[in-house]
């Protein structure tokens, strides 16, 4: 049963938010939440109105407090998320937002936000693989830039930035490569091709089993209340079998 006073004085600050007046609003929200804390809605509105007013640390404080009001209330999972996107610490937006999913897997606000979050993610990534990139090649280091833009073709295949470094550390990697390998015994050569030759099985082999681990985890999924749970689950196994696939592909044209 809400307490009478708490909610009279959280009125008060719906009227002042409504007039925009984020600081008046603020004092009734934090006020009303003294009197009952475990009320997440007071916290979640003064959330709001610290969003209005660009206080994006106090925002995380104030979503946070929401959650330890009600660990079930997703909304507070959102104005966290929110406030810790501005404060680019994506990863724990991505945490946030997660939490919030296995509560309410079907939240439209949650999924958007968790798609631009992982797309900015992603970004991030791309940018720091290719500044390495570059660092290496002013190094000297041609095999280690060249390892690393492959790691960012993964994120972002057909990326302007990873393709024009490409051009000029592929043809630099692969003199390197020819020299190297025509200084190689004969043996040395063989024992070379069947390294990647068990690589591309040990990779094959995985793949096999992925459609078993498949249909072992939509076997959970059936004996799963979290269907929130079920679905990440589901996204790690395709991200793997994704990632084993490229690795395939990466093998065969190494040994062709």
Not at 144 to 164: F, P, W
């Amino acid at each position: 049963m809400p307490h009478a006073q708490a909610e009279a004085i959280k009125a008060e600050g719906n009227a002042f938010f409504k007039g925009g007046q984020y600081a008046a609003a603020i004092e009734k929200y934090d006020a009303a939440s003294a009197i009952d804390s475990t009320v997440p809605a007071y916290q979640s509105n003064a959330a709001a109105c610290w969003e209005k007013l660009g206080d994006y640390e106090n925002m995380e404080k104030a979503a946070r407090q929401c959650i330890s009001a009600d660990k079930k209330f997703v909304k507070g999972y959102f104005r966290l998320a929110t406030a810790l996107k501005h404060l680019n610490n994506l990863p724990a937006c991505i945490k946030a937002l997660e939490s919030g999913l296995g509560i309410q897997s079907t939240n439209a606000d949650l999924k958007k936000m968790k798609k631009e979050v992982s797309e900015l993610q992603r970004g991030d990534q791309v940018a720091a693989y290719c500044s390495k990139a570059e660092e290496q090649m002013q190094g000297g280091d041609i095999a280690g830039a060249y390892k690393t833009l492959e790691l960012a073709s993964r994120l972002d295949a057909g990326n302007s930035d990873i393709e024009r470094m490409m051009k000029k550390v592929k043809p630099k990697f692969e003199q390197q490569e020819a020299k190297r390998k025509s200084g190689l015994s004969s043996t040395a050569l063989h024992k070379e091709k069947g390294d990647e030759a068990y690589k591309v099985r040990y990779v094959l082999c995985m793949i096999r089993n992925v459609p078993m681990s498949l249909s072992n985890n939509d076997c959970a999924q059936r004996n799963n209340t979290s269907s929130g749970a079920s679905g990440l689950k589901l996204k790690s196994i395709s991200t793997v079998l994704i990632n084993l696939l490229f690795c395939t592909f990466r093998q065969f044209n190494k040994i062709i």
